[in-house]
């Protein structure tokens, strides 16, 4: 054996020694501990799990229908509600979200199916039910209201289910988290915030329309298997997309567009509070161009504050609200923020079209005003039909107009040339003027 071979086979003889005596060194500290009893290794394997993983995930409940535990689905993919936030994210929220109601009694609008919801909830009798309506016309915020209601806001995240569109609404989520949800319930005392006898689960659907045929079909068996521990609210803007079978298991209520005397109290409410400088013209401008829709007035009310805000710079010493000079918000800055035909321009074209005979000149005049202000055929021809049915003319000529720029809007939002449908909307206004003529 050379010398190398010789190193090698000295160099595994003490490796291997000094592993057996490490061997024989654990196997007496072993036999000197007293053997585990079955309880102590349960004991031990228990407490070398890491519980704090799973315990903001799972949630202990009990199905009506069966007596073996189940775990709810985890509801932390719903919306988060500014009432939970704490102050100093509120100043940073879209005041759609700040001041959204958190009570019934401060949804505007819709009294007589409040007072209906209302009963439902005295009596311990909530049906399944449907919204549908407008966008901005308060369905969501009537809802999460009730759940605050029957639940307090404590306990919202455990009772409450909602999916809205940023969800996967496919036959999965139907099969999986909504049935997971539906078919436990809850064993532990909500504590004094919650209503008495609000046992039952609550499910959120938010833009259901949107939701496949097949997901459709899946939920028209849960809905009613689950109905003892489990109620359904389902959100749509479009009742028709929704499947007849689902339409016969809830109590339907339609939210129409508010009324401007309700847009208006809120808006006054958030100028007040929030220290916007606007005048009253302005203010009537922004609720008559809402059109019914809460969302968007408070959208553009807050755009237009924005606006009229100096820019400060960086290092520039923090002032508070109320001492900030801004820029006073006009009508005009109304409708600029909207891109909405103004009334001066739409009068203009009006009385172009009413008073001239040259068809070149009403194209003039209004390619001119769409190039200066922005503006979008579309938006001139819905402008133009409320101004025409303020005339006083013979139902020959109002129809020859409604039904001509009818048409005229349909080709438009089918991709038509505006161009082409510019002179055609000069056209049926100048027969309809024909008509009166004769």
């Known amino acids: 054996m050379d010398q190398h071979a010789q190193t090698r086979f000295s160099t595994a003889q003490v490796a291997s020694s000094a592993t057996f005596h490490d061997l024989s060194a654990l196997s007496s500290n072993t036999k000197k501990s007293p053997p585990a009893t079955k309880f102590e290794r349960r004991r031990r394997l228990i407490h070398s799990i890491n519980m704090s ?18 775990f709810s689905a985890d509801t932390s993919k719903g919306k988060r509600s500014a009432a939970n936030l704490p102050v100093e994210a509120e100043d940073s929220l879209p005041w759609v979200e700040k001041y959204r109601p958190n009570t019934l009694e401060d949804v505007s609008g819709h009294h007589d199916i409040l007072a209906t919801i209302n009963k439902f909830v005295d009596t311990n009798r909530l049906p399944h039910l449907l919204l549908y309506g407008p966008p901005g016309t308060g369905k969501t915020s009537t809802i999460l209201a009730l759940a605050r209601r029957i639940y307090g806001a404590a306990n919202m995240r455990q009772m409450v289910l909602e999916l809205n569109a940023s969800d996967d609404r496919g036959i999965d989520v139907v099969r999986e988290q909504i049935k997971t949800f539906a078919s436990t319930k809850q064993i532990f005392s909500l504590g004094a915030s919650a209503r008495a006898g ?18 459709q079909m899946a939920l028209r068996r849960i809905m009613e298997k689950y109905t003892v521990n489990t109620r359904f609210c389902i959100i749509a803007n479009y009742a028709h997309k929704l499947s007849p079978a689902l339409l016969s298991r809830c109590t339907r209520f339609r939210f129409s567009p508010l009324k401007e005397a309700d847009i208006r109290v809120l808006v006054d409410k958030v100028v ?64 600029n923020c909207i891109a909405a035909p103004p009334p001066d ?62 048409d005229i809007e349909h080709r438009v939002a089918g991709g038509s040339s505006e161009a082409i449908q510019t002179g055609a909307v000069v056209g049926v206004v100048r027969s309809g003027v024909e008509l009166m003529s004769r």
């Open 198 to 215: 609000a046992g039952f689960k609550l499910i959120v659907l938010d833009e259901a329309d949107a939701m496949t045929s097949t997901a």
């Open 272 to 335: 007040e509070e929030e220290h916007v400088k606007i005048g009253g013209e302005a203010v009537d401008a922004l609720v008559k161009l809402s059109k019914g829709d809460m969302r968007r007035a408070l959208n553009v009310l807050q755009a237009c504050h924005a606006s009229s805000t100096p820019l400060r710079p960086k290092d520039a010493p923090k002032i508070p609200d109320s001492e900030i000079v801004r820029d006073n918000i006009t009508t005009e800055t109304i409708y």
């Open 345 to 406: 321009a739409i009068k203009e074209i009006l009385s172009t079209l009413l008073n001239t005979s040259d068809v070149t000149s009403c194209l003039t005049t209004i390619n001119s005003l769409k190039v200066s202000l922005g503006l979008a055929l579309a938006d001139i021809i819905t402008a133009l039909s409320e101004e025409l049915t303020k005339l006083e003319v013979s139902p020959e000529v109002m129809i020859t107009w409604l039904d001509g720029l009818a």
């Open 53 to 70: 993983d799973f315990e903001d995930e799972m949630d202990v409940d009990v199905p009506a229908p069966s007596k073996d535990i189940l």
